[in-house]
């Protein structure tokens, strides 16, 4: 049920308009004549609308972006708001420019009605990723701290103006605090340049619906099944993503154990042992297509990380060995629902004090019997870890 909000504005961005005096221009342009072995930006910019007008416009770009709560009210601006970023410097700059206005700051801990801190969401926009990236920074308000934003597309128009489509969801009942955003949306070099016009436009869908205490219950307790735990143990954007010899440890409750004698003989002389070093599990190829359609809807011949189990032609089967299940169990800390799809913070139970907390943002779509698809999954590493020893970053929609 979506309402068009002829919400409308145009945004000009010329270099860097965030009160960047000729000096910083000239340096920002330095800095961007470093791309391709020091060609100067004005070749540059000539060389892309060159390219441009070689293709036939609208056209729409691929993009990610990550949406960050910056609470900072201030009734001298009227939002929405967008400036673009070329370099680190000139993030570091909109960052001491601005981090009086907003609130800029690291979160040890997010809750529901949060987000990681833009500190946190800028780490990993360093000099090597501006060399193939720029970045839209989409300032939004709203007058409930309870709705939520979704990109909803990228292009570039008739016009040549680069317009930015976003989707603002509205529960039914909503807090009564104003909230401010930042949208970071992560863009192609070569997509944008500094002298680009923006459109900010905006349609409402209110069929935002925050999880019942029941809700979360029954989505923790399906997602601490046998079947379904290695579905948390890798990050994916999509099912064809999904790391299947996670799922499968320990045989995700459809694995056959007991096998013919010659059944495991040929298994051992297939992986060159002469004995079988933990429990042996088995898992036919019909057993596998039939599980990954009832969990994704898709089918495995897509998958991009197969199985890395041995199989046995004449079998028509897979096989591994292991010592443990390395079974989870986990907690639903909170979720929203928009129509079929659930969008969900879940906790990993840990078994130990010193673990450090695992926190997943986990996408799934819920089938007309009450049972889910996954779809996606991701580990927030931006709250209090290491980057380089997590899984990969990976957007959610």
Not at 73 to 101: G, Q
Not at 164 to 170: A, G, S, V, W
Request: hydrophobic content about 35%; charged content about 25%.
């Amino acid at each position: 049920m979506k309402k068009a909000c002829n919400l409308f504005m145009t945004i000009m961005i010329l270099g860097m308009t965030l009160a960047l005096t000729a000096c910083t221009q000239e340096k920002a342009a330095a800095e961007d004549s470093t791309k391709g072995g020091k060609e100067n930006s004005q070749n540059d910019h000539a060389q892309s609308t060159q390219n441009e007008s070689e293709v036939s416009l609208p056209v729409s770009y691929d993009y990610k972006a990550q949406y960050i709560r910056t609470n900072g009210y201030h009734s001298d601006v009227t939002y929405p708001l967008a400036f673009l970023i070329d370099s680190r410097a000139a993030l570091e700059k909109y960052y001491t420019d601005n981090v009086e206005r907003y609130d800029f700051a690291h979160k040890d801990t997010v809750y529901s009605d949060t987000t990681i801190g833009f500190e946190d969401a800028i780490q990993k926009y360093d000099d090597k990723w501006f060399e193939t990236h720029r970045l839209i920074l989409a300032v939004l308000e709203e007058g409930s701290g309870s709705n939520r934003h979704k990109v909803a597309n990228v292009s570039r128009t008739a016009e040549n103006d680069i317009a930015i489509e976003i989707t603002r969801y509205l529960p039914e009942i909503g807090t009564a605090d104003m909230a401010e955003w930042h949208v970071l949306i992560e863009m192609d070099r070569d997509d944008l340049q500094m002298t680009d016009q923006f459109q900010v436009t905006f349609t409402e869908d209110d069929r935002l619906v925050w999880l019942t205490s029941e809700e979360c219950e029954k989505i923790q307790n399906m997602l601490s099944s046998i079947e379904n735990y290695g579905f948390l143990h890798s990050s994916y954007t999509s099912p064809e993503n999904i790391k299947w010899s996670e799922v499968f440890y320990g045989g995700a409750g459809i694995a056959t154990q007991e096998l013919p004698e010659q059944e495991k003989q040929d298994y051992l002389e297939a992986v060159g042992s002469s004995y079988s070093y933990g429990d042996l599990f088995k898992i036919t190829s019909k057993q596998l297509e039939e599980f990954v359609k009832e969990k994704t809807n898709s089918s495995y011949q897509d998958a991009l990380r197969p199985l890395e189990w041995t199989y046995l032609e004449p079998y028509d089967a897979y096989y591994a060995t292991y010592w443990d299940t390395n079974i989870d169990s986990y907690q639903c800390l909170t979720g929203i629902r928009i129509g079929d799809t659930l969008k969900l913070r879940v906790k990993k139970n840990m078994i130990n004090d010193w673990e450090p907390e695992e926190i997943y943002e986990l996408v799934l779509q819920e089938k007309p019997d009450g049972s889910y698809h996954f779809v996606s999954n991701r580990l927030l590493w931006e709250e209090g870890r290491i980057a380089e020893q997590s899984f990969f970053n990976v957007e959610l929609s």
